[in-house]
Protein backbone atom coordinates (compact mmCIF):
# COMPACT_ATOMS: atom_id res chain seq x y z
CA UNK A 1 0.00 0.00 0.00
CA UNK A 2 1.13 3.32 -0.87
CA UNK A 3 2.08 5.93 1.89
CA UNK A 4 -0.27 8.61 2.57
CA UNK A 5 0.10 11.29 0.49
CA UNK A 6 2.66 13.60 2.10
CA UNK A 7 0.93 17.20 1.21
CA UNK A 8 -2.31 15.86 3.15
CA UNK A 9 -0.66 16.55 5.90
CA UNK A 10 0.83 19.09 7.99
CA UNK A 11 4.10 17.62 8.66
CA UNK A 12 6.42 18.26 11.47
CA UNK A 13 9.99 17.20 10.29
CA UNK A 14 13.18 16.77 12.09
CA UNK A 15 16.55 16.24 11.22
CA UNK A 16 19.11 13.42 13.45
CA UNK A 17 21.29 16.51 14.20
CA UNK A 18 22.57 16.38 17.81
CA UNK A 19 20.20 17.14 20.65
CA UNK A 20 21.89 19.22 22.74
CA UNK A 21 19.58 20.19 25.22
CA UNK A 22 17.66 17.50 27.03
CA UNK A 23 15.57 17.69 29.68
CA UNK A 24 15.92 14.78 33.12
CA UNK A 25 13.06 13.00 33.75
CA UNK A 26 13.20 10.41 36.64
CA UNK A 27 17.03 9.49 35.31
CA UNK A 28 16.02 9.38 31.30
CA UNK A 29 16.69 11.91 29.21
CA UNK A 30 13.97 13.27 26.35
CA UNK A 31 15.31 14.73 23.72
CA UNK A 32 14.75 18.49 22.76
CA UNK A 33 12.13 17.62 19.84
CA UNK A 34 9.62 15.61 21.57
CA UNK A 35 9.50 17.93 24.22
CA UNK A 36 9.04 20.64 21.87
CA UNK A 37 5.84 19.25 19.98
CA UNK A 38 4.61 18.29 23.36
CA UNK A 39 4.97 21.85 24.37
CA UNK A 40 3.76 23.47 21.07
CA UNK A 41 0.17 21.19 20.97
CA UNK A 42 -0.11 22.67 24.57
CA UNK A 43 0.05 26.21 23.58
CA UNK A 44 -1.89 25.70 20.34
CA UNK A 45 -4.38 23.23 21.75
CA UNK A 46 -4.29 21.26 18.40
CA UNK A 47 -1.52 18.34 17.72
CA UNK A 48 0.17 17.81 14.78
CA UNK A 49 -1.06 15.09 12.15
CA UNK A 50 2.43 14.08 10.99
CA UNK A 51 5.29 13.42 13.10
CA UNK A 52 9.03 12.49 11.94
CA UNK A 53 11.14 11.14 14.80
CA UNK A 54 13.45 8.79 13.12
CA UNK A 55 16.80 8.33 13.42
CA UNK A 56 17.76 10.50 16.14
CA UNK A 57 18.79 8.17 18.59
CA UNK A 58 15.67 8.35 20.76
CA UNK A 59 16.00 6.03 23.75
CA UNK A 60 12.66 7.82 25.54
CA UNK A 61 9.36 7.97 24.62
CA UNK A 62 7.21 10.02 27.39
CA UNK A 63 3.79 8.81 27.72
CA UNK A 64 2.99 12.26 27.05
CA UNK A 65 3.26 11.49 23.52
CA UNK A 66 -0.04 10.21 24.30
CA UNK A 67 -1.91 13.18 24.15
CA UNK A 68 -1.97 13.58 20.46
CA UNK A 69 -5.05 12.78 19.82
CA UNK A 70 -4.96 14.55 15.92
CA UNK A 71 -1.92 12.37 15.00
CA UNK A 72 -1.91 10.37 12.06
CA UNK A 73 1.12 9.37 11.34
CA UNK A 74 4.32 8.50 13.83
CA UNK A 75 7.57 7.58 12.39
CA UNK A 76 9.87 6.45 15.03
CA UNK A 77 12.04 4.09 13.13
CA UNK A 78 15.97 4.20 13.22
CA UNK A 79 16.15 4.87 17.20
CA UNK A 80 17.14 3.39 20.64
CA UNK A 81 13.54 2.60 21.47
CA UNK A 82 13.14 -0.47 23.70
CA UNK A 83 9.83 0.36 24.81
CA UNK A 84 6.73 1.91 23.68
CA UNK A 85 4.77 3.20 26.39
CA UNK A 86 0.75 2.12 26.94
CA UNK A 87 -0.08 5.62 26.06
CA UNK A 88 0.17 5.14 22.83
CA UNK A 89 -3.17 3.78 23.15
CA UNK A 90 -4.33 7.61 23.63
CA UNK A 91 -3.36 7.85 20.10
CA UNK A 92 -6.99 7.26 18.77
CA UNK A 93 -6.95 8.38 15.22
CA UNK A 94 -2.90 7.07 14.54
CA UNK A 95 -3.17 5.31 11.11
CA UNK A 96 0.23 5.02 10.27
CA UNK A 97 3.45 3.87 13.19
CA UNK A 98 6.30 2.77 11.94
CA UNK A 99 8.98 1.80 14.63
CA UNK A 100 11.39 -0.16 12.55
CA UNK A 101 15.37 -0.50 13.68
CA UNK A 102 14.63 0.24 17.53
CA UNK A 103 15.15 -2.67 20.26
CA UNK A 104 12.19 -3.45 21.48
CA UNK A 105 11.33 -6.64 22.62
CA UNK A 106 7.92 -6.62 23.45
CA UNK A 107 4.97 -3.91 22.38
CA UNK A 108 2.28 -3.05 24.71
CA UNK A 109 -1.08 -4.88 25.05
CA UNK A 110 -2.59 -0.96 24.55
CA UNK A 111 -1.81 -1.06 20.89
CA UNK A 112 -4.84 -2.88 19.98
CA UNK A 113 -6.82 -0.01 20.78
CA UNK A 114 -5.21 1.54 17.85
CA UNK A 115 -8.54 0.78 15.67
CA UNK A 116 -7.65 3.18 12.83
CA UNK A 117 -4.10 1.84 12.59
CA UNK A 118 -3.44 1.23 8.68
CA UNK A 119 0.10 0.73 8.87
CA UNK A 120 1.94 -0.67 11.05
CA UNK A 121 5.91 -1.55 10.75
CA UNK A 122 8.04 -3.15 13.67
CA UNK A 123 10.60 -4.98 11.49
CA UNK A 124 14.19 -4.96 12.78
CA UNK A 125 13.50 -5.42 16.07
CA UNK A 126 14.15 -7.82 18.93
CA UNK A 127 10.77 -9.36 19.47
CA UNK A 128 9.66 -12.84 20.15
CA UNK A 129 5.91 -12.34 20.46
CA UNK A 130 3.22 -10.20 18.83
CA UNK A 131 0.54 -9.19 21.02
CA UNK A 132 -2.74 -11.11 20.73
CA UNK A 133 -4.57 -8.08 20.86
CA UNK A 134 -3.38 -7.02 17.64
CA UNK A 135 -5.79 -8.48 15.81
CA UNK A 136 -8.03 -5.68 17.35
CA UNK A 137 -6.11 -3.30 14.92
CA UNK A 138 -9.05 -4.33 12.90
CA UNK A 139 -7.79 -1.56 10.29
CA UNK A 140 -4.74 -3.12 9.32
CA UNK A 141 -3.75 -3.02 5.99
CA UNK A 142 -0.15 -3.79 5.99
CA UNK A 143 1.89 -5.29 8.52
CA UNK A 144 5.39 -6.07 8.69
CA UNK A 145 7.18 -8.00 11.55
CA UNK A 146 10.16 -8.88 9.52
CA UNK A 147 13.41 -9.84 10.82
CA UNK A 148 13.01 -10.29 14.41
CA UNK A 149 12.96 -13.47 16.92
CA UNK A 150 9.21 -14.34 15.99
CA UNK A 151 8.72 -18.32 16.57
CA UNK A 152 5.07 -18.22 16.33
CA UNK A 153 2.18 -15.90 15.61
CA UNK A 154 -0.83 -15.14 17.68
CA UNK A 155 -3.08 -18.19 17.26
CA UNK A 156 -6.02 -15.72 16.15
CA UNK A 157 -4.53 -13.13 14.45
CA UNK A 158 -6.88 -13.72 11.48
CA UNK A 159 -9.93 -13.84 12.56
CA UNK A 160 -10.62 -10.09 12.86
CA UNK A 161 -7.66 -8.62 10.17
CA UNK A 162 -10.05 -9.25 7.24
CA UNK A 163 -8.78 -6.23 5.86
CA UNK A 164 -4.96 -6.90 5.58
CA UNK A 165 -3.51 -7.01 2.56
CA UNK A 166 0.54 -7.33 3.02
CA UNK A 167 1.87 -9.56 6.05
CA UNK A 168 5.63 -9.54 5.90
CA UNK A 169 7.02 -11.70 8.53
CA UNK A 170 10.80 -12.78 6.80
CA UNK A 171 13.86 -13.43 9.11
CA UNK A 172 12.23 -14.96 12.19
CA UNK A 173 12.00 -18.58 13.74
CA UNK A 174 8.38 -19.00 12.77
CA UNK A 175 8.01 -22.89 12.73
CA UNK A 176 4.41 -22.95 11.07
CA UNK A 177 1.43 -20.31 10.72
CA UNK A 178 -1.56 -20.59 12.45
CA UNK A 179 -4.72 -21.61 10.36
CA UNK A 180 -6.43 -18.14 11.09
CA UNK A 181 -4.04 -16.72 8.53
CA UNK A 182 -6.42 -18.24 5.99
CA UNK A 183 -9.43 -16.25 7.08
CA UNK A 184 -6.96 -13.19 5.44
CA UNK A 185 -9.67 -13.43 2.65
CA UNK A 186 -8.44 -9.54 1.11
CA UNK A 187 -4.62 -10.60 1.47
CA UNK A 188 -2.44 -10.08 -1.48
CA UNK A 189 1.27 -10.06 -0.56
CA UNK A 190 2.70 -13.10 2.09
CA UNK A 191 6.21 -12.95 2.80
CA UNK A 192 7.98 -15.34 4.90
CA UNK A 193 11.18 -16.54 3.93
CA UNK A 194 13.85 -17.40 5.47
CA UNK A 195 11.81 -18.97 8.84
CA UNK A 196 11.86 -22.55 9.81
CA UNK A 197 8.56 -23.22 8.55
CA UNK A 198 7.95 -26.85 8.26
CA UNK A 199 4.48 -26.50 5.76
CA UNK A 200 1.80 -24.58 4.97
CA UNK A 201 -2.21 -24.70 6.83
CA UNK A 202 -4.39 -27.12 4.82
CA UNK A 203 -6.72 -23.66 4.21
CA UNK A 204 -4.09 -21.99 2.16
CA UNK A 205 -6.28 -22.20 -0.81
CA UNK A 206 -8.86 -19.89 1.27
CA UNK A 207 -6.29 -16.99 0.18
CA UNK A 208 -7.75 -16.38 -3.46
CA UNK A 209 -6.67 -13.14 -3.90
CA UNK A 210 -2.93 -13.88 -2.59
CA UNK A 211 -1.02 -12.45 -5.80
CA UNK A 212 2.72 -12.73 -4.16
CA UNK A 213 3.64 -15.80 -1.95
CA UNK A 214 7.16 -15.98 -0.96
CA UNK A 215 8.52 -18.43 1.36
CA UNK A 216 11.85 -19.34 0.13
CA UNK A 217 14.91 -20.12 2.56
CA UNK A 218 12.98 -22.67 4.46
CA UNK A 219 15.99 -24.87 3.90
CA UNK A 220 15.79 -28.38 5.27
CA UNK A 221 12.54 -27.54 7.04
CA UNK A 222 9.97 -27.28 4.26
CA UNK A 223 9.90 -30.25 1.94
CA UNK A 224 6.41 -30.45 1.22
CA UNK A 225 3.72 -28.30 -0.24
CA UNK A 226 -0.34 -29.07 0.45
CA UNK A 227 -2.47 -29.78 -2.81
CA UNK A 228 -4.83 -26.42 -2.11
CA UNK A 229 -2.15 -24.23 -3.31
CA UNK A 230 -3.30 -24.97 -6.61
CA UNK A 231 -6.64 -22.72 -5.17
CA UNK A 232 -4.52 -19.67 -5.17
CA UNK A 233 -6.20 -18.55 -8.24
CA UNK A 234 -4.78 -15.10 -8.49
CA UNK A 235 -0.88 -16.11 -7.82
CA UNK A 236 1.02 -14.17 -10.04
CA UNK A 237 4.32 -15.47 -8.21
CA UNK A 238 5.78 -17.88 -6.37
CA UNK A 239 9.13 -18.16 -4.65
CA UNK A 240 9.98 -21.79 -3.56
CA UNK A 241 14.03 -21.84 -3.43
CA UNK A 242 16.33 -22.85 -1.23
CA UNK A 243 13.89 -25.42 0.64
CA UNK A 244 14.06 -29.51 0.38
CA UNK A 245 10.94 -29.75 -2.02
CA UNK A 246 11.01 -32.64 -4.22
CA UNK A 247 7.57 -32.45 -5.76
CA UNK A 248 5.00 -29.58 -6.84
CA UNK A 249 1.75 -30.30 -5.94
CA UNK A 250 -0.13 -31.69 -9.61
CA UNK A 251 -2.70 -28.79 -8.64
CA UNK A 252 0.17 -26.04 -9.64
CA UNK A 253 -1.36 -26.52 -12.98
CA UNK A 254 -4.68 -24.90 -12.13
CA UNK A 255 -2.81 -21.38 -11.42
CA UNK A 256 -3.13 -19.61 -15.08
CA UNK A 257 -2.12 -16.46 -13.71
CA UNK A 258 1.27 -17.49 -12.55
CA UNK A 259 4.22 -15.09 -14.02
CA UNK A 260 7.24 -16.13 -12.13
CA UNK A 261 8.07 -19.14 -10.22
CA UNK A 262 11.62 -19.62 -8.21
CA UNK A 263 12.15 -23.44 -7.18
CA UNK A 264 16.08 -22.99 -7.17
CA UNK A 265 18.20 -24.52 -4.91
CA UNK A 266 15.33 -27.91 -4.25
CA UNK A 267 16.13 -31.08 -5.01
CA UNK A 268 13.11 -31.21 -7.80
CA UNK A 269 12.19 -34.40 -8.99
CA UNK A 270 8.83 -33.11 -10.21
CA UNK A 271 9.04 -31.68 -12.39
CA UNK A 272 12.07 -32.65 -13.85
CA UNK A 273 15.04 -30.27 -14.40
CA UNK A 274 14.64 -30.12 -18.14
CA UNK A 275 11.05 -29.10 -17.44
CA UNK A 276 12.26 -26.67 -15.14
CA UNK A 277 14.93 -25.14 -17.22
CA UNK A 278 12.48 -24.51 -20.38
CA UNK A 279 10.32 -22.43 -17.81
CA UNK A 280 7.26 -21.34 -16.55
CA UNK A 281 4.88 -22.25 -19.56
CA UNK A 282 6.55 -25.70 -19.97
CA UNK A 283 6.08 -26.36 -16.08
CA UNK A 284 2.54 -25.10 -16.00
CA UNK A 285 1.95 -27.93 -19.00
CA UNK A 286 3.19 -30.34 -17.48
CA UNK A 287 1.69 -30.10 -14.23
CA UNK A 288 -1.79 -29.29 -15.48
CA UNK A 289 -1.67 -32.49 -17.67
CA UNK A 290 -0.60 -34.82 -14.48
CA UNK A 291 -3.55 -32.45 -12.93
CA UNK A 292 -6.07 -33.80 -15.86
CA UNK A 293 -5.41 -37.39 -15.61
CA UNK A 294 -5.61 -37.49 -11.90
CA UNK A 295 -9.03 -36.26 -12.51
CA UNK A 296 -9.62 -38.71 -15.19
CA UNK A 297 -8.47 -41.58 -12.78
CA UNK A 298 -10.29 -40.55 -10.17
CA UNK A 299 -13.25 -40.34 -12.35
CA UNK A 300 -12.86 -43.79 -13.35
CA UNK A 301 -13.00 -45.61 -9.89
CA UNK A 302 -15.64 -43.51 -9.27
CA UNK A 303 -17.42 -45.04 -11.96
CA UNK A 304 -16.90 -48.38 -11.34
CA UNK A 305 -17.09 -48.03 -7.84
CA UNK A 306 -20.54 -46.98 -8.71
CA UNK A 307 -21.51 -49.51 -10.89
CA UNK A 308 -20.30 -52.09 -8.48
CA UNK A 309 -22.44 -51.00 -5.79
CA UNK A 310 -25.08 -50.43 -7.83
CA UNK A 311 -28.65 -52.74 -7.59
CA UNK A 312 -29.69 -54.45 -9.86
CA UNK A 313 -32.84 -52.58 -10.80
CA UNK A 314 -30.01 -49.85 -11.40
CA UNK A 315 -28.52 -52.07 -14.04
CA UNK A 316 -31.65 -53.18 -15.91
CA UNK A 317 -31.84 -49.20 -16.61
CA UNK A 318 -28.25 -47.77 -17.22
CA UNK A 319 -28.57 -45.24 -19.18
CA UNK A 320 -30.91 -43.48 -16.71
CA UNK A 321 -28.02 -43.98 -13.93
CA UNK A 322 -25.11 -43.24 -16.22
CA UNK A 323 -26.99 -40.28 -17.07
CA UNK A 324 -27.41 -38.72 -13.10
CA UNK A 325 -23.40 -39.99 -12.81
CA UNK A 326 -22.39 -38.34 -15.68
CA UNK A 327 -23.69 -35.16 -14.37
CA UNK A 328 -22.35 -35.92 -10.73
CA UNK A 329 -19.04 -36.34 -12.05
CA UNK A 330 -18.96 -33.44 -14.17
CA UNK A 331 -20.00 -31.11 -11.18
CA UNK A 332 -17.32 -32.91 -9.47
CA UNK A 333 -14.43 -31.52 -12.14
CA UNK A 334 -15.85 -28.06 -12.07
CA UNK A 335 -16.15 -27.71 -8.69
CA UNK A 336 -13.05 -29.74 -7.53
CA UNK A 337 -11.17 -27.25 -5.80
CA UNK A 338 -13.94 -27.28 -3.17
CA UNK A 339 -14.39 -31.54 -3.15
CA UNK A 340 -10.97 -32.42 -4.52
CA UNK A 341 -10.09 -33.97 -0.64
CA UNK A 342 -12.77 -36.85 -1.45
CA UNK A 343 -11.13 -37.71 -4.91
CA UNK A 344 -7.56 -37.73 -4.15
CA UNK A 345 -6.02 -41.01 -3.37
CA UNK A 346 -5.52 -42.35 0.58
CA UNK A 347 -2.04 -41.65 0.26
CA UNK A 348 -2.43 -38.04 -0.94
CA UNK A 349 -4.89 -36.47 1.32
CA UNK A 350 -4.95 -36.41 5.23
CA UNK A 351 -7.98 -35.32 7.21
CA UNK A 352 -5.95 -33.99 9.61
CA UNK A 353 -3.96 -30.25 8.81
CA UNK A 354 -0.12 -31.34 9.70
CA UNK A 355 0.63 -27.76 10.25
CA UNK A 356 -1.64 -28.07 13.58
CA UNK A 357 0.95 -30.16 15.21
CA UNK A 358 3.31 -27.72 14.64
CA UNK A 359 2.22 -24.75 16.54
CA UNK A 360 3.36 -24.13 19.73
Known amino acids: MADPNPSAFPI ?7 PTAEIDRGGEQTDEEVVRILREADSSGRSPE ?8 LR ?3 EALGRLRGLLVLDLAQNQLETIPDAVAGLENLQELRLSSNLLTSLPDSIGLLVNLKILDVSGNKLRSLPETISRCRSLVELDASFNELSYLPTNIGLELLDL ?7 NKIRSLPTSVCEMRSLRHLEARFNQLRGLPLAIGKLTNLEILDISGNFSDLTVLPYTLGDLINLRELDLSNNQIHALPDTIGRLEKLEKLNLDGNPMAMPPPEIIEEGIEAVKELMSRRWLELLEEEERKAVAAAVEASSPSATEAPHGWLGRSASWLGGVVSGVSGTLAAYLPPANRSTRDPCLDQQL
Open 12 to 18: LSYGSSD
Open 50 to 57: RADLSARG
Open 60 to 62: LIP
Open 165 to 171: QKLCISL
